[in-house]
């Protein structure tokens, strides 16, 4: 398969997956809604091997590339939305990576720690929905929901999607608490910042 349509379908299946997890955050979860528009953007980073690109960070964990980018959906977000972001991970080492997705944490100003919602939260909301199956495959092939191993050379990008935001929230560091190069113990903590316009 030529290297273009891959990365097209791959394009496709993450943006397909996002919309279908705003959706159905929309649907479960539709309690409050946050005050103005939010966007979040990249802040100053305290890490020596980490710089901000345009809208992402780009870091180096232990010799493997790291990329964060929040992902916004504003057709959702006016109403209640989840945070999402696409973390894209290669590893430019000898050594295998490792990751587990399920000990990320996405940290306020304030402390509060929440969890990446797991793939089988996102099932058990979707089950008996109509068309779910085709949904639920393309959630799980985009989804870091599950301990991931990506070999020397490999390189392997997905979505890590967490509750909507606190309406306090100014400041968040995305906590990759469990990321090993080659069985070492390497840390990534990226940090974004909350702008809100206000309602008209």
Known sequence: MADHVRKTRERGRLARAFLFGASLWVAGCATTAPRGEVTIHPSPQRQATHQVVGESIVASLG???VTVRWLSAPAV???YAPTVFLLRVRNQTRDEVQFDPTLAAL???DGRRERPVSYEEMYERLAG???AGPRLLSLQAS???RFVVIPSGG???GL?????LDPEARHLLLDLASFFVGGRDTPGLFEFQVTRQKPE
């Open 63 to 65: 010799g493997a590339g």
């Open 77 to 79: 977000e006016q109403f």
């Open 107 to 109: 940290v306020t100003q």
């Open 129 to 131: 929905a109509e068309d």
């Open 143 to 145: 989804l870091f929901s």
């Open 155 to 157: 390189q392997r990008e």
């Open 160 to 164: 890590l999607v967490f509750p909507a």
